[in-house]
């Protein structure tokens, strides 16, 4: 085999036919129907990249901490070296944001997901890569169990050094949305020729007699030198009995307008997160918008983040790591309220002794003060450090 036909077998990759990607489905024509759009063209589509910037971003956003449990508490281990690449940057090129945003993204817009690889020196993690989508592979055992087998560039990795997140069904949103992005973009796309150099017609210009096709002429310049493309006021002069009649809005331009609002939603839908976060506020209201963000909290945001958490602990920590230590995302700062609320809740927890002062200050990201590690109700002097305690006399 020559060096040139060899070389050019390096950047191939293999499909598999068990676990078929959207690539796979375009050749044999598997796709959802003729309206469905490629990922770049998905894209375009304002909806769908801010459904994207939402989750992936929202996820970035919150810090990532390594915690050790012992017994059933969880502490912070801020010197395990996991813990130190993940503050600082898991590489030489890109910070823990980006690698966090890029990863989840990667998951919601590919089949195949997203992937990174903890290079490892003698057990330890020394860095985190994360490979664009071309240049890995993922192949399934076809035994029914799943189990995953890695390629990047075509050489094989060990699946404990591999951080890889996917969407359910083994289908990304975007795929799986594929026709109802598709119908967004060629409403897009209509709406663009229906403005465009007016296409659409203001009126019509009705001949009662019979036209000769010179005087259809001139009736046609006079009309343009009047009212043609970027000129209006002018009185267009016309023969042959000519009548104007002016096209107004009909009932079915109300419904494109509504059916692109559907498709908002649809959209929405499909990558599972409030419309009105995607700036979809026909049906927002002040009550209902607060309760819209808890919900994507809840069933949008947290199962990310858990998958996101399992992988990263299944490849920066060794078998005898995991029994100790996890990575977690810390989500107070996505569920943390006005002042005014989280200064209320916690002046009841510690008057009821849940919290101590210096637990509640850590929650204002205060330091400690001396004498706050007491559990005592401000309320009432005789529970306060130092008092004297009455003296109960046993008979």
């Known amino acids: 085999m020559s060096w040139s036909i060899r070389n050019l077998m390096v950047g191939l990759t293999k499909k598999s036919l068990s676990a078929p990607d959207a ?21 375009t589509v304002p909806a769908v990249q801010s459904a994207i910037r939402l989750i992936s971003e929202a996820a970035a956003c919150l810090d990532l901490k390594v915690m050790r449990r012992v017994g059933d508490t969880l502490s912070d281990a801020p010197d395990h070296p996991v813990a130190k690449l993940l503050d600082d940057r898991p590489n ?12 989840v993204a990667a998951a919601l817009i590919t089949d195949k997901g997203a992937l990174a690889l903890a290079n490892k020196v003698g057990g330890r993690v020394i860095e985190i890569v994360r490979y664009d989508t071309p240049h890995f592979v993922v192949d399934y055992s076809g035994d029914g169990r799943l ?56 009126g019509v210009l009705s001949l009662k007699d019979r036209t000769s096709p010179d005087a259809l002429k001139r009736i046609r310049e006079a009309w343009q030198m009047a009212h043609g493309a970027g000129k209006s006021g002018g009185t267009a002069i016309v023969e042959g009995g000519a009548e104007y009649q002016q096209l107004t809005l009909a009932s079915t331009d109300a419904q494109f307008l509504e059916l692109r609002t559907f498709q908002i939603v649809e959209i929405a839908r499909a ?34 983040l858990r998958a996101l958490e ?40 510690i ?27 401000p309320n009432t002097g005789s529970s306060q450090p130092g008092a004297e305690q009455p003296v109960v006399e046993v008979p």
């Open 271 to 304: 990558f599972r997160v409030p419309p009105s976060m995607i700036y979809e506020l026909d049906r927002a209201t002040w009550a209902n918008s607060e309760q819209m963000g808890k919900e994507f909290l809840t069933y949008s945001l947290e199962p990310w």
């Open 147 to 202: 189990e995953p087998s890695f390629k990047i560039n075509n050489v094989s990795v060990s699946a404990d050094d591999v951080v890889h997140l996917r969407s359910p069904f083994a289908r990304c949103p975007l795929s799986l949305a594929a026709d109802a992005i598709g119908v967004a973009k060629f409403m897009e796309g209509h709406a663009g020729r229906l403005f465009k150099d007016g296409a659409r017609p203001s």
């Open 92 to 103: 030489d090129w890109s910070d823990t944001f980006s690698l966090v945003r890029d990863m």
């Open 23 to 43: 690539e796979i489905q375009a050749i044999f024509g598997a796709l959802p129907s003729g309206l469905s759009v490629g990922m770049a063209q998905a894209l």
């Open 310 to 349: 399992g992988a990263l602990r299944r490849a920066l920590f060794s078998p005898e790591e995991r029994r100790e230590y996890v990575v977690l995302f810390d989500r107070d700062d996505l569920t943390r309220a006005s002042l005014t609320e989280r200064a209320t809740a916690i002046f009841s927890l």
């Open 351 to 377: 008057s009821s002794r849940v919290l101590n002062p210096n637990e509640g200050r850590s929650w204002l990201d205060l330091a400690p003060r001396a004498g706050g590690e007491e559990y005592a109700n």
